[in-house]
């Protein structure tokens, strides 16, 4: 942890004089400076046997690969539940606000951990000068389409959604942009990026009509427990719902779900399901989710395990993929094994294997959470497939912004960019699609 974060950890700490803020503080820096034998010790033994250290060192993974590394602490919250003493700490990190919330028991051991956006907002002391809305890709043109905010969905948790529709043209096919992993804005913003932003503007400028919404967690963050966190509470109600409400729209000749990263997983079952037009997967993983984290933990920190560390690993996420893993079992950010076992009954290649509508599979080269690995997956198992168009693009990485390769963590999208207009031309994909389905009512 950055010694700015630790630093104000002990101001607060020493200001509050409680020891057990300082054990919740002592297993948060220790988490984050790798010290995962000593947290272990400080959990009680239920949070023993759900989080060994190979489970400790995943969830630091994740929150590197997701998060990042924090900035500042901005609040420390306190609250009795029952025999349990509960912590929240707002936690600032350059891709948002996330709640870190310690369980401590009546013996100061740790008996609960997990993460989750936060709904604290900073205060601003002094006038802030508000930064200028960082401008469009040159590919983008303003005037070829008019942007609308609509609301999408159904109660209790109604979307704000944001729609692009081509000018000049009475029909367009559409495209809904599902959101990969985590919780983000409707323009899928990463530190100065605005991936998919960059991605609806470039297609209803070629006169392709796009729709982007953001997760129920990100506007509902309060109710995230009673929303549910699962496959279906993520992804499938809302998408089946806006796709049915979509269809109704007579200006829409055609509609394409586009899926990124996670969204690209489940993609395929939702396109089948709701009986879409066509299917693109940007980023997208022909393995489980279990897979995708055992590859993270070897390939991003396997360097920093030892032999028998690696083997523990393999074995906890093998178990992952057999189902074999209690689905309570508590994983680490509020995530359960129930959790990876509900995207398990929507995985994409039993799908992609079968169907017969128009399939775009897209990744890029120098992506650390999708690697290049996966791509050749696809290309075995479905590079014979006539509906299905396989394309890997050099130089990009998992937002599809250009990079040189060399930082393998969400501080690569530190790096200003924007969506590379090689996507945006492979998307043409469509109008080719559209003439074919034209050409195909003449002859009815």
């Given at each position: 942890?950055?010694?700015?974060?630790?630093?104000?950890?002990?101001?607060?700490?020493?200001?509050?004089?409680v020891?057990?803020?300082?054990?919740?503080?002592?297993?948060i820096?220790?988490?984050y400076?790798?010290?995962?034998?000593?947290?272990?010790?400080?959990q009680?033994?239920?949070?023993?046997?759900?989080?060994?250290?190979?489970?400790?060192?995943n969830l630091?993974?994740q929150?590197?690969?997701?998060l990042?590394?924090p900035?500042?602490?901005l609040?420390?919250?306190q609250?009795?539940?029952g025999?349990?003493?509960?912590?929240?700490l707002?936690t600032e990190?350059?891709?948002?606000?996330?709640d870190?919330?310690?369980?401590?028991?009546?013996?100061?051991?740790?008996?609960?951990?997990?993460?989750?956006?936060?709904?604290y907002k900073?205060?601003?002391?002094q006038?802030?000068?508000v930064?200028?809305?960082?401008p469009?890709?040159?590919?983008?043109n303003?005037?070829?389409?008019?942007?609308?905010?609509?609301?999408?969905?159904?109660e209790p948790?109604?979307?704000?959604a944001?729609?692009?529709?081509?000018?000049?043209?009475?029909?367009?096919?559409?495209?809904?942009?599902?959101?990969?992993?985590?919780t983000?804005d409707?323009?899928?913003?990463l530190?100065?990026?605005?991936?998919?932003?960059?991605?609806a503007a470039?297609l209803?400028?070629?006169?392709?009509a796009?729709?982007?919404?953001p997760?129920k967690y990100?506007?509902?963050?309060q109710?995230?427990?009673e929303?549910?966190?699962?496959?279906?509470a993520?992804?499938i109600?809302?998408?089946?719902?806006i796709i049915?409400?979509?269809?109704?729209?007579?200006?829409?000749?055609?509609?394409?779900?586009?899926?990124?990263?996670?969204?690209?997983?489940?993609?395929?079952?939702?396109?089948?399901?709701?009986?879409?037009?066509g299917?693109?997967?940007?980023?997208?993983s022909p393995v489980?989710?279990?897979?995708i984290s055992?590859d993270?933990?070897?390939?991003l920190?396997?360097?920093?395990?030892?032999?028998e560390q690696?083997a523990q690993?393999?074995?906890?996420?093998?178990?992952?993929?057999?189902?074999e893993?209690?689905?309570e079992?508590?994983?680490?950010?509020g995530?359960?094994?129930?959790?990876y076992?509900?995207?398990?009954?929507?995985f994409?290649m039993?799908?992609?294997?079968?169907?017969?509508?128009p399939?775009?599979?897209?990744?890029a080269?120098?992506?650390?959470?999708t690697?290049?690995?996966?791509f050749?997956?696809f290309v075995e198992?479905l590079?014979?497939?006539p509906?299905?168009t396989?394309k890997?693009?050099?130089?990009?990485?998992?937002?599809?912004?250009?990079t040189?390769?060399?930082?393998?963590?969400v501080?690569?999208?530190?790096r200003p960019?924007?969506?590379?207009?090689e996507?945006?031309?492979?998307?043409t994909?469509?109008?080719r699609?559209?003439?074919?389905?034209?050409?195909a009512?003449?002859?009815?």
């Amino acid at each position: 942890m950055q010694r700015k974060l630790v630093l104000l950890l002990v101001i607060l700490f020493s200001v509050l004089a409680v020891a057990s803020v300082d054990i919740a503080s002592q297993y948060i820096n220790g988490l984050y400076e790798g010290r995962f034998e000593e947290i272990y010790q400080m959990q009680d033994e239920t949070m023993k046997k759900a989080q060994p250290v190979t489970v400790l060192k995943n969830l630091k993974t994740q929150l590197d690969v997701q998060l990042g590394k924090p900035i500042a602490t901005l609040d420390i919250q306190q609250v009795q539940q029952g025999e349990y003493m509960v912590y929240v700490l707002a936690t600032e990190f350059k891709v948002g606000i996330f709640d870190f919330i310690v369980t401590l028991n009546t013996e100061g051991k740790v008996a609960g951990f997990f993460v989750r956006p936060s709904s604290y907002k900073k205060a601003e002391t002094q006038p802030v000068e508000v930064p200028e809305e960082r401008p469009l890709p040159d590919y983008a043109n303003p005037a070829n389409y008019t942007e609308q905010n609509i609301t999408v969905g159904k109660e209790p948790y109604y979307l704000p959604a944001r729609l692009m529709v081509p000018n000049g043209l009475e029909s367009y096919p559409l495209v809904i942009i599902l959101q990969g992993s985590g919780t983000h804005d409707i323009d899928g913003t990463l530190g100065p990026n605005k991936p998919y932003r960059d991605l609806a503007a470039g297609l209803a400028s070629r006169g392709i009509a796009t729709l982007r919404y953001p997760k129920k967690y990100y506007v509902y963050p309060q109710q995230a427990a009673e929303i549910g966190i699962n496959a279906d509470a993520e992804y499938i109600e809302d998408a089946l719902t806006i796709i049915a409400q979509m269809k109704g729209i007579p200006q829409f000749s055609s509609i394409y779900l586009a899926g990124h990263s996670m969204g690209g997983m489940v993609a395929p079952w939702i396109a089948q399901e709701a009986g879409v037009d066509g299917m693109i997967l940007l980023a997208g993983s022909p393995v489980k989710f279990a897979q995708i984290s055992l590859d993270q933990n070897l390939d991003l920190v396997g360097d920093q395990l030892s032999e028998e560390q690696k083997a523990q690993v393999k074995d906890f996420f093998t178990k992952m993929l057999n189902q074999e893993i209690p689905p309570e079992t508590d994983l680490g950010q509020g995530i359960t094994a129930g959790y990876y076992y509900s995207f398990d009954g929507y995985f994409c290649m039993p799908v992609l294997e079968e169907t017969e509508m128009p399939v775009l599979v897209v990744n890029a080269e120098l992506d650390f959470q999708t690697p290049k690995k996966y791509f050749d997956i696809f290309v075995e198992k479905l590079g014979d497939r006539p509906n299905i168009t396989l394309k890997l693009l050099p130089g990009l990485n998992h937002i599809f912004n250009e990079t040189d390769g060399t930082i393998k963590s969400v501080e690569e999208y530190d790096r200003p960019g924007y969506v590379a207009v090689e996507l945006i031309d492979l998307l043409t994909f469509l109008e080719r699609v559209e003439e074919h389905r034209g050409r195909a009512d003449v002859h009815r």
